[in-house]
């Protein structure tokens, strides 16, 4: 399976400021997907980032708040856009490195918004 | 829609107890099931999937498709397996697999 490295690992922000988290794989993977973690709550698929075209996003979330890019087979990245206190969560990026098999995930950014 | 359900938030037992971590699911497709456990400090991790019907850490679990459930069992709990652990459902959205995870359920043995 893939090595995934997230980062940054956690982050303070302020209020209206955005935040670009990266996630990196040592191998091609197929898919690569972003989670939300509210506290106390279970994860939540964001959107699928695909490879060369718009990521295709979930009920309740739209690009303008979280753009999603994947230039490539081994990279993504989630930016969270215009921050509030609401957005204070853990963020996940996770990969699905051949057809039908299992997400692995990374370890996650912590994000808190001031 | 699908949908992943886990009555139990906490799980307390007694080391060398039987453990039982409930999951039901909605869905109607073809399900294809897994738990994933988050130790302390530690990332999100597969624990098994039901395709392959392994027992990983002395966990099994059996699909259900009449009672749409997917219990996580282990005959006899161990203080290392305290975690978290989450029922996931792979379903198709319009990009392809997409995982719904259940709400988690925190299992803690005690001494």
């Known amino acids: 399976s893939a090595v995934i490295s997230q980062k940054p690992s956690r982050d303070i922000c302020q209020r209206g400021t955005s935040l670009t988290i990266q996630c990196q794989v040592d191998?091609?993977?197929?898919?690569m997907f972003w989670y939300r973690q509210q506290p106390g709550q279970s994860l939540t698929l964001i959107a699928t980032?695909?490879?060369?075209?718009?990521?295709?996003?979930e009920s309740g979330f739209v690009i303008d708040k979280f753009p999603i890019s994947r230039p490539n087979l081994t990279f993504s990245t989630l930016t969270v856009s215009n921050m509030s206190p609401e957005d204070s969560s853990i963020y996940l990026c996770?990969?699905?490195?051949?057809?039908?098999?299992?997400?692995?995930f990374g370890d996650g950014t912590r994000l808190s918004i001031l | 829609a699908q949908r992943v359900t886990q009555p139990e938030k906490l799980l307390s037992v007694f080391k060398g107890a039987p453990v039982e971590l409930k999951c039901n699911y909605s869905?109607?497709?073809?399900?294809?099931l897994f738990w994933y456990v988050q130790y302390s400090r530690q990332r999100l991790q597969l624990l098994l999937r039901?395709?392959s019907r392994e027992s990983i850490k002395g966990f099994t679990a059996d699909l259900n498709k009449g009672e749409t459930s997917f219990h996580l069992k282990k005959p006899f709990a161990q203080e290392e397996d305290s975690a978290m652990y989450y029922c996931?459902?792979?379903?198709?959205?319009?990009?392809?697999?997409?995982?719904?995870f259940g709400g988690g359920t925190r299992l803690m043995v005690k001494p």
């Open positions: 996770s990969v699905e490195w051949a057809p039908n098999q299992p997400q692995h």
């Open positions: 191998s091609q993977v197929t898919m």
């Open positions: 980032a695909n490879q060369g075209s718009e990521a295709t996003y």
């Open positions: 869905y109607s497709g073809s399900p294809e």
């Open positions: 039901h395709i």
């Open positions: 996931a459902l792979s379903g198709k959205n319009n990009a392809g697999n997409m995982l719904t």
